[in-house]
């Protein structure tokens, strides 16, 4: 019974976490004129879709491997790998995000990081990729001992939650100041609510629900994977037999 709800969840989330991207891509298709990698406002639209894409649905996809039930029995290996990639994953599409809102702002002469969703979101970036070099190092790398592991998994398993709340955060602040730029000075204006605003709002509200399925799945406790021992769980990563 808990796995059929387990699985249920997953689905729910994978169709959250597809609308969401989705949601975004329509947006800057359907309101600010699509993708071009040029340094234009048409490149600037990338820095949405590829921060949710990679920092909320990848990087929500990457905290929830350890909650399969395949991963609970045989070697631990292949799903350290999964999750290790899956954050990869995210790490690049968030600087590819990154290149996309730099170069725009470059290009066309405007500050960069003055805003306080350019300070969380570039926060938020600094703390993840120092949380995932330090796990490479820790879990992945055969040098660190048992003790070590042990210390460093609780913060380990803290900052990775944390990293993705900051994400959201991010996200909702980032779309909050979209909607005032783009509509500042437009025949009806934010506090009117055209269909940009309704839409984009839609699209936050997405991002909170997908943000909260994935907070309650990391807390169900009948769906977190059983401890094995310390001896088992301390193996470092490249020891483990295939």
């Given at each position: 019974?808990?796995?059929?709800?387990?699985?249920?969840?997953?689905?729910?989330?994978?169709?959250?976490?597809?609308?969401?991207?989705?949601?975004?891509?329509?947006w800057?298709?359907?309101?600010?004129?699509?993708?071009?990698?040029?340094?234009s406002?048409?490149?600037?639209?990338?820095?949405?879709?590829?921060?949710?894409?990679?920092?909320?649905?990848?990087?929500?996809?990457?905290?929830l491997?350890?909650?399969?039930?395949?991963?609970w029995?045989?070697?631990?290996?292949?799903?350290?790998?999964?999750?290790?990639?899956?954050?990869?994953?995210?790490?690049?599409l968030?600087?590819?995000?990154?290149?996309?809102?730099?170069r725009?702002?470059?290009?066309?002469?405007?500050?960069?990081?003055?805003s306080?969703?350019s300070?969380?979101?570039?926060?938020?970036?600094?703390?993840?990729?120092?949380?995932?070099?330090?796990?490479?190092?820790?879990?992945?790398?055969?040098?660190?001992?048992?003790?070590?592991?042990?210390?460093?998994?609780?913060?380990?398993?803290?900052?990775?939650?944390?990293?993705?709340?900051?994400?959201?955060?991010?996200?909702?602040?980032?779309?909050?100041?979209?909607?005032f730029?783009?509509?500042?000075?437009?025949?009806?204006?934010?506090?009117?609510?055209?269909?940009?605003?309704v839409?984009a709002?839609?699209?936050?509200?997405?991002?909170?629900?997908?943000?909260?399925?994935?907070?309650y799945?990391?807390?169900?406790?009948?769906?977190?994977?059983?401890?094995?021992?310390?001896?088992?769980?301390?193996?470092p990563?490249?020891?483990?037999?295939?």
């Amino acid at each position: 019974m808990a796995v059929g709800r387990f699985y249920l969840s997953v689905l729910a989330l994978s169709s959250l976490g597809s609308m969401c991207i989705l949601f975004t891509i329509y947006w800057m298709w359907n309101w600010h004129g699509g993708f071009a990698w040029d340094g234009s406002i048409h490149m600037f639209n990338y820095h949405p879709v590829l921060m949710v894409a990679g920092m909320v649905v990848v990087y929500g996809a990457a905290s929830l491997v350890y909650r399969l039930p395949q991963s609970w029995v045989g070697p631990k290996l292949p799903w350290k790998i999964t999750h290790a990639s899956l954050h990869l994953m995210t790490f690049i599409l968030t600087v590819l995000g990154l290149v996309a809102v730099f170069r725009y702002h470059n290009d066309n002469h405007i500050a960069n990081l003055y805003s306080l969703h350019s300070w969380l979101g570039i926060t938020t970036v600094v703390i993840f990729a120092c949380q995932w070099f330090l796990g490479f190092a820790v879990f992945l790398l055969p040098w660190a001992s048992m003790w070590l592991r042990s210390l460093l998994k609780p913060v380990h398993v803290f900052f990775g939650a944390s990293i993705l709340s900051l994400a959201i955060a991010s996200v909702i602040s980032g779309i909050n100041e979209k909607l005032f730029f783009s509509l500042k000075n437009a025949t009806k204006p934010y506090s009117s609510l055209p269909g940009e605003a309704v839409f984009a709002n839609s699209t936050g509200m997405l991002v909170v629900v997908f943000w909260l399925l994935v907070l309650y799945i990391l807390q169900a406790s009948s769906w977190k994977r059983p401890e094995v021992g310390i001896t088992t769980e301390g193996q470092p990563l490249l020891r483990e037999r295939e």
